[in-house]
């Protein structure tokens, strides 16, 4: 199977002259020097590089664990931490997101996780935070769309925001998802072993 990679994108936020707010991937010579910079959102882009399942599954305990601990589905989890950071324990955003699950520092802080480099307070905080947006979003869509852009961003559009990024964002982790069913025992909260592709 190929490995397909997509541009990454950051979601700009700006205030303009009249004092609305403006969320758009375009940077701010494209919008105009009448928009003031506010804040910057992390980017994600799906680099392709070989995994090896040892990689890939060193962290399938862990994951169990806040799955059931949460209600989430272990294979979501899995999945986001597979397209935020390929499942590098120290992984860094251009815009200071850390560790497996890319938590923003002002988000772990609010999720009780104090290193967000320790890779079970990660999945705990990370997972916990997909709980907390399950209970505000009915759909998956919508829940990563959140994730990835901010449940402010998934009101205003009243779905997935019109950004690339996020667009390819929840693309790639329903993908991972689909692929990472069979490596749990639903609802059992034991790993299955399966041979490697």
């Known amino acids: 199977m190929t490995a397909m ?3 990454a994108s950051d979601i700009y936020k700006y205030r303009a ?3 609305t707010i403006l969320f758009t991937d375009q940077p701010q010579d494209r919008v105009g020097s009448d928009h003031t910079l506010l804040s910057v959102r992390k980017g994600w882009s799906y680099t392709p590089r070989a995994l090896t399942t040892k990689e890939r599954d060193r962290y399938d305990t862990l ?3 806040a799955a059931s601990e ?3 589905e272990p294979a979501l989890v899995k999945a986001v931490i597979h397209a935020e950071s390929l499942f590098n324990p120290r992984a860094v955003s251009r815009v200071g997101a850390q560790g497996l699950m890319q938590l923003m520092p002002e ?3 609010y999720l009780k996780v104090s290193n967000p480099f320790n890779a079970s307070e990660n999945i705990h905080g990370g997972t916990r935070f997909l709980a907390y947006l399950k209970g505000k979003f009915s759909s998956l869509d919508h829940i990563l769309a ?7 961003n998934v009101r ?9 990024e996020t ?3 929840v693309r790639k982790v329903k993908q991972l998802k689909r692929r990472y069913a069979g490596h749990f025992v639903a609802g059992l909260g034991e790993e299955k072993v399966v041979a490697a592709r």
Do not use: V
């Not at 959140?146 to 402010?152: D, I, K, L, Q």
């Not at 009243?158 to 950004?163: A, D, K, R």
């Open 5 to 7: 990679s997509a541009p």
């Open 17 to 19: 002259a009249d004092g």
């Open 156 to 164: 205003r559009y009243g779905g997935i925001p019109p950004f690339k």
């Open 107 to 109: 988000t772990a802080s």
């Open 63 to 65: 994951i169990t664990q």
């Open 70 to 72: 949460y209600g989430i």
């Open 167 to 169: 667009q390819a964002y």
């Open 146 to 152: 959140a994730y990835n852009a901010g449940e402010g």
